[in-house]
T-cell receptor, first 115, second 115 residues
Framework: EAGVAQSPRYKIIEKRQSVAFWCNPISGHATLYWYQQILGQGPKLLIQFQNNGVVDDSQLPKDRFSAERLKGVDSTLKIQPAKLEDSAVYLC?????????????FGPGTRLLVL | SQKIEQNSEALNIQEGKTATLTCNYTNYSPAYLQWYRQDPGRGPVFLLLIRENEKEKRKERLKVTFDTTLKQSLFHITASQPADSATYLCALDMNRGSTLGRLYFGRGTQLTVWP
């Protein structure tokens, strides 16, 4: 079974530029998550999709971050414009149904550096 | 305020000893508690899950306990090996008021097992 795929693996941009990340979850998984992990901290949920609908985007800085999950499969996360404090690893995860007690499967992450 | 604390940022032990990692939380009432392992440059990988009404769970050399009165989980690795060196994350699995869950991660404990 293929795991969660993410691209690119690394990205370096200057502040005020825009950037987009892509995620392909495990086939058949209804729930997709985007997390931000700042160095030395645990992952923080940015947005959770159930199929192609948003369940939770309370921690997403909506003035600069946007995300979509077209057709309930792949997802993209965009930052526009980027700030220095956006430097972090952006992790995508998926789970079968998103219910309590369910395992989440993580991709390798995209490491973003904003200069 | 809600808080998840994992003991000391780093834990160094000798091969063959038992590693004990602590996860304490305040102002949460998780339905489950999950433990993940994260290696450098990779996404977290699920290890074990325990329900709020379970006291202990085991899987091979791993054991997790959950005390909802103390608001604490302990994660043990017996007969530790250098290959166990990684960052271990605890995550509270919270009920959203439906069947859906949401994970809140601690910042992790970096374990180093030396020969």
């Amino acid at each position: 079974e293929a795991g969660v795929a993410q691209s690119p693996r690394y990205k370096i941009i200057e502040k005020r530029q825009s950037v987009a990340f892509w995620c392909n979850p495990i086939s058949g998984h209804a729930t997709l998550y985007w997390y931000q992990q700042i160095l030395g901290q645990g992952p923080k949920l940015l947005i959770q999709f159930q199929n192609n609908g948003v369940v939770d985007d309370s921690q997403l800085p909506k003035d600069r971050f946007s995300a979509e999950r077209l057709k309930g499969v792949d997802s993209t996360l965009k930052i526009q414009p980027a700030k220095l404090e956006d430097s972090a690893v952006y992790l995508c995860a998926s789970s079968l149904r998103g219910i309590l007690g369910e395992t989440q499967y993580f991709g390798p992450g995209t490491r973003l550096l904003v200069l | 305020s809600q808080k998840i604390e994992q003991n000391s940022e780093a834990l160094n032990i000798q091969e063959g000893k038992t590693a004990t990692l602590t996860c304490n939380y305040t102002n949460y009432s998780p339905a489950y508690l999950q433990w993940y392992r994260q290696d450098p440059g990779r996404g977290p990988v699920f290890l074990l899950l325990i329900r709020e009404n379970e006291k202990e769970k085991r899987k091979e050399r791993l054991k997790v306990t959950f005390d909802t009165t103390l608001k604490q989980s302990l994660f043990h690795i017996t007969a530790s090996q250098p290959a166990d060196s990684a960052t271990y994350l605890c995550a509270l699995d919270m009920n959203r008021g439906s069947t859906l869950g949401r994970l809140y991660f601690g910042r992790g404990t970096q374990l180093t097992v030396w020969p």
